[in-house]
């Protein structure tokens, strides 16, 4: 380790985004001695005050644990979650029933607070000799000759610091990405759902859970659908995904409270009357962006998107934040590889995870179909228990697609591959299964038709000449 930090100790990246990702990767560049500069445009979270019941739940699983056990966070992490072992769906009658996510015991998927996972991540990072964070920084720029990136500081001072690289992790509405694409060809599409969130909170009741606490739980109710992850101080983080069209037609509190009662009787109860109408009336349904862009690296191997700047997704798959993570293992599989140059490793990074975010992007949105409607249907349980089956047959060679997104590190371009091989081999087994039962029947059908003929035709023809053989 000491030679190799001599080695890299020469170099400085300066990682825009003191978001999960940023920080994340701070302490990658920091494992490997090279020196980082972590710059984020808000205040140091750790010092703000909380605010209770408004903090989006994050679902962490494989790719993300892989990339904290990296820096050897995953424990401190993972004693701060609950796990989830199955999804819990909400019918419309109240009654539930649950969907486990895997077929093992470690297959569980992780609720954690984003606020607790992003302070902590800081810690983490802040406890490194060799980064430097510094908040209240908004990047503004980067000059690719002198290798200066600029930032405004709180008091609107521009301030300057040198840099080999400049690492862009700073969320889906990137200046980084900006910023290359003064210089760079970059193609970037952005698309809005119609459908937007909003978050309420079930609140423990009697010092106990509301509902069962290891499972996330769902209401489907396909054209939208609520949905709630636990938390350690026994609420459920509560959030309603719902075409903007109907979020606009709820005008009143009445409007509300029944379409509420219509839908989500059960949650009802949880939530509390009051509490929906007070926390419907004062936020703003929020959008969700999908973002891709191509390619993630400059040519001169001098600037890098990573996490919501290169690829913002829909939070369906739950794999924003795994798939920000996973970016860090990567890249430094990229940087091992190449020695640590960072161009080489760049470009080298460029070439494959362009079609595994475009995967995953394309995936996430598959999942909300999934998790809206299709949970709902009978051939959607036929199938996953196909799935199951044949994944305890073979495990290396048949692996649900859920599983493999959420519980390995498949790619995630080749997890989409193998679920379309999934489906053809399944189709063709209908096929053959289908024509064989059409065989059996027409060869049922003919016999039965010609048998009376053929009877007679032995009873003519053959049986009498058999005689006169005889
Ligand atoms: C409702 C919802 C639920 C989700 N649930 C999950 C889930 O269960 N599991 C999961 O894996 N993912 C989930 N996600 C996705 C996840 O939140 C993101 O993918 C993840 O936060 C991306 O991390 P990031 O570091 O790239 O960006 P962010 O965490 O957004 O961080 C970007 C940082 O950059 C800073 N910044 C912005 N501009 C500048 C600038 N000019 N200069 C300096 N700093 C700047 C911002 O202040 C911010 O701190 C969910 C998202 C939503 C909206
Ligand atoms: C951008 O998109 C166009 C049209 O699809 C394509 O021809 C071009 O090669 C793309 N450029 C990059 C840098 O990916
Ligand atoms: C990025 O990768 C794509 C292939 O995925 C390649 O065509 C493109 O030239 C690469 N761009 C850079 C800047 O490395």
Redesign the pocket.
């Given at each position: 380790m000491s030679e190799e930090t001599n080695l890299q100790s020469a170099k400085v990246v300066a990682i825009?985004?003191?978001?999960?990702?940023?920080?994340l990767c701070a302490c990658f560049f920091a494992k490997h001695g090279i020196h980082v500069h972590l710059?984020?445009?808000?205040p140091d979270i750790r010092t703000q005050k909380v605010v209770k019941g408004r903090s989006?739940?994050?679902?962490?699983?494989r790719r993300?644990r892989d990339a904290l056990a990296y820096v050897d966070c995953e424990t401190t992490i993972v004693n701060n979650g609950i796990a989830m072992r199955a999804r819990m769906i909400h019918d419309l009658d109240c009654t539930k029933h649950s969907i486990p996510y895997g077929t093992r015991p470690d297959h569980e998927i992780l609720s954690i607070d984003?606020r607790i996972l992003?302070e902590l991540l800081l810690t983490e990072a802040s406890h490194r000799p060799n980064i430097n964070i510094h908040f209240q920084?908004?990047?503004?720029g980067w000059d690719e000759d002198n290798k200066i990136a600029s930032?405004d500081d709180a008091s609107g001072n521009r301030v300057e610091f040198s840099a080999d690289a400049v690492i862009g992790?700073?969320?889906?509405?990137?200046?980084?990405r900006t910023a290359m694409m003064k210089t760079d060809a970059i193609n970037v599409t952005q698309e809005y759902f119609d459908t937007y969130?909003m978050?309420f909170c079930i609140s423990p009741q009697s010092n106990q859970f509301a509902m069962e606490p290891n499972y996330l739980h769902i209401w489907p109710r396909h054209q939208f659908m609520l949905i709630a992850?636990p938390n350690q101080d026994m609420s459920f983080t509560t959030?309603l995904f719902l075409p903007i069209s109907m979020f606009r037609k709820l005008k009143t509190a009445d409007d509300v409270l029944n379409f509420f009662g219509q839908y989500f009787p059960d949650a009802v109860s949880f939530i509390g009357t009051k509490e929906i109408v007070e926390t419907f009336f004062s936020s703003k349904p929020?959008p969700?962006i999908t973002t891709k862009c191509e390619p993630h690296a400059t040519y001169r191997g001098d600037m890098l998107l990573?996490?919501?700047?290169a690829h913002?997704?829909a939070?369906f798959y739950?794999?924003?934040?795994?798939?920000?993570f996973e970016d860090c293992i990567v890249l430094f599989d990229k940087l091992r590889e190449n020695n640590f140059d960072l161009p080489k490793a760049f470009a080298s990074y460029n070439d494959t995870r362009v079609r595994d975010t475009h995967a995953i992007v394309d995936l996430s949105m598959y999942n909300h179909r999934e998790m809206t409607h299709l949970v709902t249907l009978r051939s959607f349980h036929w199938r996953k228990k196909i799935d199951n089956f044949l994944y305890r047959l073979f495990p290396h060679w048949w692996i649900p697609l859920y599983t493999m997104v959420t519980f390995t590190r498949i790619p995630y371009h080749q997890c989409m591959t193998l679920r379309q091989r999934q489906d053809r081999t399944l189709q063709i087994a209908r096929r053959i299964g289908y024509t064989l039962v059409g065989f059996l029947v027409a060869r049922r059908f003919v016999w039965n038709t010609i048998k009376p003929f053929v009877v007679q035709f032995i009873a003519d023809e053959v049986l009498p000449r058999l005689e006169i053989k005889k």
């Open positions: 825009v985004g003191g978001g999960l990702g940023g920080a710059f984020e445009l808000r989006i739940n994050m679902a962490l699983s993300g984003r992003n920084h908004k990047f503004v930032f992790y700073d969320g889906c509405h990137s200046a980084v969130y978050e992850l959030t929020q969700l990573m996490g919501d700047a913002s997704m939070p739950a794999q924003g934040m795994n798939s920000a």
